[in-house]
């Protein structure tokens, strides 16, 4: 008797079951946590705000306050009544003598009856049979001590005949219990849904978290690059000012010093030229002719037209003229650094670490004539005589380079003779090296530029062509590689460059340059080199 005492001192007045987790309202009145926010959430879109138990209202939304000793008790009384049904079970009530297993429980009676007891027992409708439960006490209104039969929707709380007549349910919409039972079951599926809806937006949180961490780390390695870049410039800007400086300033010092000494001999000429006026005007003023003719300094005293003073002026006014001017045409030339230092600024393209791009003599066709420096492919008639190998094309006129990229972003150029029918493009070192699907653009291991007929270009990929609107009219291309973005683009190098065409692909080999020459020829151009956009 006191257990059963003590255990209806723990039920929670919504659930009717032991406390979950209690908590307390201003009131004193205990509640579990959650069956007391359910209510609560409810009350919210009144805004009016009451306990359960004995309606008083508050103000504002009331805090819950938990009770820790409460929390306690209920912990250990449920521990307890755990072990007592491990070890004895549901038994009979009625069976006093010995302990008989009930097979059912009567809510009205609070009793658990054995079959014997069953057969007995009254079939009139308020004795609610249900499995057998040690805690029959729960499925009846704490207040009114009637079974619970309702569900208030409103309250979140299961109710008697009584609760739903009673002031506080009588405007509010009730349910059966057995029904609301039955919607709340079929939440399991919209809970089902919600689960896999939040791992979906889960996964999606962590995908747009990588996508914003690999977004800083690239924006960090753009302004990183661009931080080099700009201080690479300034560096360039700052030798070739200091280079130009120093040129100006020798050229100066070099013509100031050939000006000094024409200045100087002059000043010679000019106290020469002094010294005779003062003698001609001594001569001058004497009246004894036999003086004048005797003087021994007269045959120096020629007339400086017939001396040639005016060769002299003149030579002099040369040496002036075609004396050490500043060079405006080396300094010019040195400042042309600054023009290739905004040109390579202008055309988008950062470039470091040149690398040579060679053609591999071993895969080329003996209808392919390959230059001494491995740059130049020429379709030839005449045989070659190579060995037959595993790598050498056998029945296209084409040729690979040795170096392939396996990463990283990179262009080179090439030049094609002004007739002829030719393909550039890149492959993997996978392509056939014999049969028609070797030719580049044939096979899904290649991508071409192909130029046919003199004067009309495509680009092609497994065997698919697409024809470009437009014509060529420069010599020179351009092929650009974005490795890890799958981006193999062609350009036509006129002014301003011009972009042909991009093939999207992912690469799972390293990528080849590839000239196919039917006639003409194909030269590459410099180096192949790294790239990066700039912003």
Not at 31 to 51: A, K
Not at 200 to 215: A, D, I, P, Y
Not at 434 to 444: A, P
Not at 460 to 474: G, N, T, V, Y
């Amino acid at each position: 008797m006191a257990s059963a005492d003590l255990r209806e001192e723990l039920l929670c007045s919504i659930c009717l079951s032991t406390f979950k987790d209690p908590v307390t309202l201003r009131c004193g009145h205990n509640f579990c946590r959650v069956c007391i926010g359910r209510v609560l959430v409810t009350q919210d879109e009144s805004g009016v705000y009451s306990c359960p138990e004995c309606r008083k209202r508050f103000r504002e939304r009331p805090a819950l306050m938990r009770n820790i000793n409460l929390h306690n008790v209920a912990e250990r009384f449920l521990i307890s009544e755990q072990e007592q049904e491990e070890i004895t079970g549901i038994c009979c009530t009625y069976c006093v003598d010995s302990p008989v297993p009930a097979v059912r429980s009567c809510l009205f009676c609070e009793a658990s009856l054995c079959d014997k007891h069953l057969r007995s027992h009254s079939k009139s409708p308020e004795h609610v049979l249900s499995d057998p439960s040690t805690s029959l006490e729960k499925r009846k209104c704490s207040v009114h001590k009637k079974i619970l039969e309702y569900y208030c929707t409103e309250d979140a709380a299961c109710i008697c005949v009584s609760c739903r007549l009673a002031r506080e349910h009588w405007r509010h919409r009730v349910e059966i219990l057995n029904e609301a039972s039955k919607k709340k079951k079929k939440l399991r599926n919209v809970l089902q849904k919600l689960i896999t809806k939040r791992k979906k937006t889960e996964e999606r949180v962590r995908s747009l978290e990588e996508r914003k961490r690999k977004g800083q780390e690239k924006a960090a390695g753009e302004a990183e690059r661009v931080t080099a870049l700009c201080t690479d410039i300034r560096r360039r800007v700052d030798d070739l000012e200091k280079k130009v400086l120093s040129e100006i300033s020798r050229q100066e010092k070099e013509e100031s010093l050939s000006l000094s000494a024409l200045i100087h001999q002059l000043d010679i000429k000019k106290d020469e030229l002094s010294r005779k006026m003062r003698h001609i005007e001594e001569l001058c003023n004497m009246t004894d002719p036999l003086t004048v003719l005797q003087d021994p300094d007269t045959g120096d005293l020629c007339d400086p037209e017939e001396e040639g003073g005016d060769e002299d002026t003149g030579g002099h006014d040369k040496q002036l003229h075609d004396g050490d001017d500043l060079d405006v045409a080396v300094i010019s030339h040195t400042l042309h650094t600054l023009c290739d230092v905004i040109s390579g600024i202008r055309s988008g393209i950062y470039v470091v670490d040149p690398a040579d791009i060679l053609l591999d003599v071993n895969t080329a066709a003996n209808n392919v004539l390959i230059s001494d420096d491995l740059k130049t492919a020429t379709g030839t008639r005449e045989e070659q005589k190579r060995p037959e190998t595993a790598e050498r094309f056998q029945d296209s006129p084409q040729v690979m380079s040795r170096r392939g990229f396996t990463s990283g972003r990179h262009y080179w150029d090439v030049e094609s003779s002004r007739s002829g029918w030719w393909k550039v493009g890149m492959c993997y070192p996978s392509i056939d090296r014999r049969g028609w699907k070797s030719d580049i653009g044939y096979n899904n291991k290649s991508w071409c530029l192909w130029r046919y007929n003199n004067n009309l270009y495509s680009v092609r990929h497994d065997s698919e062509e697409i024809r470009l609107p437009e014509e060529i009219s420069s010599d020179r291309v351009r092929i650009c590689l974005d490795y890890e973005a799958g981006q193999l683009s062609f350009y036509e190098l006129c002014d301003p460059i011009r972009h042909l065409h991009t093939f999207t692909a992912t690469f799972s080999e390293p990528l080849h340059a590839v000239l196919f020459v039917y006639d003409g020829s194909i030269k590459l151009l410099g180096r192949s080199r790294n790239w990066k956009k700039l912003p």
